[in-house]
């Protein structure tokens, strides 16, 4: 599986911003995905997770009730609204592919992760 993480920017505290992969290479359905995040001198850290059945939406409680991670199975892509943005979200955003093996699981370590994209850049100013 191939991943291309797209959507970030530079936006004002409280502004709004869609971060978008986009999966080849085999049967994107068929797995679980996952955001994370490394912020600049930090560990990456696990944002949102949704399962290859599209149900079960998770996040960290640091993003809960401002993210929404959602997926289109019938375009390849997996999204992260994010609404409400604080400087302390700034960081580069990460989307990853589960491993099969997890997917009964709920996906929020990095070890239960196959697959993972470039990375995109959110900056939010204060």
């Known amino acids: 599986v191939q991943l291309q993480a797209s959507g970030g920017g530079l936006v004002r505290a409280g502004g709004s911003l869609r971060l978008s992969c986009a999966a080849s290479?085999?049967?994107?359905?068929?797995?679980?995905m996952g955001w994370f995040r490394q912020a600049p001198g930090k560990e990456r850290e696990f944002v949102a997770t949704?399962?290859?059945?599209?149900?079960?939406?998770y996040y960290v409680d640091s993003v809960k009730g401002r993210f929404t991670i959602s997926r289109d199975n019938a375009k390849n892509t997996v999204f992260l609204q994010m609404n409400g943005l604080k400087p302390e979200d700034t960081a580069v955003y990460y989307c990853a592919a589960g491993n099969l093996r997890y997917n009964l699981e709920r996906l929020t370590e990095a070890f239960q992760y196959d697959y993972w994209g470039q990375g995109t850049q959110v900056t939010v100013s204060s």
């Open positions: 290479g085999r049967t994107f359905s068929r797995y679980g």
């Open positions: 949704i399962s290859w059945n599209d149900d079960n939406p």
